[in-house]
C-alpha cells in the first residue's frame, strides 16, 4: 500500500463578498480534488486543539498524528531540525524573519510587511550572516534559511517570552505585539541591535533603488526547546519522504523519520514548482511507502489578503500537483492519498483561523470509500457530518483504519 498525504497550507477560507459570498475553494476549478472527494470520503478535521495558537506548526504536528498538547514545544525548534542544527536541553530556538516596519522610528511603528517584500533567499543570507558577525556569540547563533524565514539559536537561554507571530499582525501597530514577560527586554534589544545593523545595508540600499521593500529588521517568535517526538517511519514500519519549501514542514519531517525530499524551484510562494513536486513524489514512491507534499501557496496569498491570488495557488495545486499524482499513482499499485488544508487563511481576515478544515481520502480498494458525490469544499465537507476531532487521530485511521469513517 502506497499512502500519500497533499497538503494546501491554508486552503481553507470563510465565505467573502470579495467572491460573491463564496469561498476560494467554491470558486477555484479542481476537477481532481472534487474526484477525490466525490469517489472518496469527504469530512472535517479539527487540527487546533483548544488552547492552542492557530499555526502551521500546530496544526501540522496534528495532521502528521501527533497530540500538540504532548509534542509541541514551539515553531523553532522544528525548523531546527529541518537545518540540521543540533539543540541541547537548555537552548531556545526561535523563529527569525526578515520584515519592513513602516515608520520605524516613531510611536506609529507598523507592520507593513512580514515577508519584506518576499525577500530573495540569496539577499536575505547575506543580511542573516552579517547580523550573526555584528551581534552574534557564542549564545546567540544566527541561521540563514529560505526567504524572509531564518533562524536564532539561544544557547543555555535563562527563559522564554511571549510572542506573536508577524504574520498576525500586518499593517497594525508593533507596540502591542513586542515580546512581553520573561526575557522579554533582552529579546525586544537584540530586535533593536539588529534593525541598527540593517540601516543602510548594501542588500537594502539596491532594494529601495529598485523601488522594493527594505528588510529593516528582524521578528523573533515561535520560539521553543527540543521536542520529543515518536519517528512515524517507527510507529508505522515504513519509509516515508517529506516534500516541501519550508524549514518548518522539513522540521516536522525529520521529527517525523522522514526523508527530506528537495525539489529545484520550490519557493514557498505562488512561483514554487509544482510539476517538479508531484514528480518528486511519484519518484519517491517507486521506493517509499510514504509522501508527505506540502505546498505553502494557498497559506501565502490568504496573508496577503489575495482572493484571485489563492484561487489561482489552489487551481495550481489540483492541475499541477492533485492531477499527476492521482492519474498515476494506480500503476505503483494499491494506494491511499489524503488531500486537506491543515487550518483556514481567510482572504478577509489576513491570518490563521481555528476552525476545522476540509480533508478528503480516496482508497484504490473501492469498499473503502463513501463515494457520497460530494465536491471538494467547505460547505460539502460539513454536509458530509464526518468530523475528525481531535485531528491527530486522522493520520492512525488513514494509515491504519479507514473503516472508523465509514462507520462515521
Known amino acids: 500500500m502506497k499512502y500519500v498525504v497533499l497538503l494546501g497550507d491554508g486552503m481553507a477560507d470563510y465565505p467573502s463578498a470579495q467572491l460573491g459570498g463564496k469561498t476560494p475553494l467554491e470558486c477555484a476549478l479542481t476537477p481532481f480534488l472534487d474526484e477525490i472527494a466525490a469517489q472518496g470520503t469527504l469530512g472535517l478535521v479539527n487540527t487546533i486543539p483548544e488552547g492552542f495558537t492557530p499555526g502551521s506548526d500546530v496544526a501540522n504536528l496534528s495532521v502528521l498524528g501527533y497530540n500538540p498538547a504532548e509534542t509541541y514545544t514551539g515553531r523553532g525548534p522544528l525548523e531546527a531540525a529541518s537545518m540540521g542544527i543540533r539543540l541541547e536541553v537548555d537552548d531556545v530556538a526561535y523563529r527569525c524573519n526578515l520584515v519592513s516596519i513602516g515608520e520605524q522610528d516613531s510611536d506609529q511603528a507598523f507592520m507593513d510587511d512580514f515577508t519584506a517584500g518576499h525577500i530573495s533567499s540569496l539577499e536575505a543570507r547575506e543580511i542573516i550572516l552579517e547580523i550573526n558577525q555584528k551581534i552574534g556569540s557564542s549564545q546567540l547563533q544566527f541561521y540563514p534559511g529560505v526567504g524572509y524565514r531564518h533562524l536564532l539559536v539561544w544557547r543555555n537561554a535563562a527563559g522564554s517570552p511571549q510572542t506573536t507571530p508577524p504574520h498576525d499582525i500586518p499593517g497594525k501597530a508593533i507596540a502591542p505585539y513586542l515580546p512581553a514577560g520573561d526575557c522579554a527586554v533582552e529579546v525586544n534589544e537584540l530586535m533593536q ?10 542588500v537594502n540600499a539596491k532594494r529601495l533603488a529598485d523601488g522594493k521593500k527594505q528588510a529593516n529588521s528582524i ?23 517529506m ?7 522539513k522540521g516536522l519531517g525529520v521529527n517525523a523519520g522522514l526523508q527530506t525530499l528537495t525539489v529545484e524551484g520550490a519557493t514557498g510562494y505562488i512561483d514554487t514548482n509544482y510539476e517538479g513536486k508531484a514528480k518528486m513524489a511519484l519518484d519517491a514512491l517507486r521506493f517509499m511507502d510514504f509522501v508527505f507534499l506540502h505546498l505553502e501557496a494557498p497559506d501565502e496569498m490568504g496573508h496577503e489578503g489575495n482572493a484571485a491570488g489563492k484561487i489561482q495557488a489552489i487551481e495550481f495545486f489540483d492541475e499541477k500537483i492533485v492531477g499527476p ?7 505503483l499499485g494499491e494506494y491511499r492519498i489524503l488531500v486537506l ?19 478528503a481520502v480516496l482508497s484504490s480498494r473501492s469498499e473503502e470509500n463513501k463515494a457520497a458525490g460530494y465536491a471538494f469544499t467547505e460547505a460539502y465537507a460539513r454536509k458530509s457530518g464526518l468530523v475528525v476531532s ?5 493520520m492512525d485511521n488513514f494509515i491504519k483504519n479507514l473503516g472508523a469513517f465509514l462507520a462515521q
Open 193 to 202: 541591535k539588529a534593525a541598527l545593523v540593517l540601516k543602510n545595508h548594501p
Open 219 to 241: 521578528w523573533l517568535w515561535g520560539q521553543g526547546r527540543k521536542p520529543q517526538i515518536v519517528p512515524l517511519t517507527q510507529k508505522y514500519d515504513f519509509k516515508g519522504g
Open 243 to 249: 516534500i516541501s519549501a519550508v524549514d518548518l514542514l
Open 325 to 331: 499524482i492521482l492519474t498515476n499513482i494506480g500503476s
Open 341 to 359: 488544508s491543515d487550518h483556514p487563511t481567510p482572504i478577509d481576515l489576513k491570518t490563521h483561523v481555528g476552525d476545522p478544515s476540509p480533508f
Open 390 to 394: 481531535p485531528g491527530h487521530l486522522l
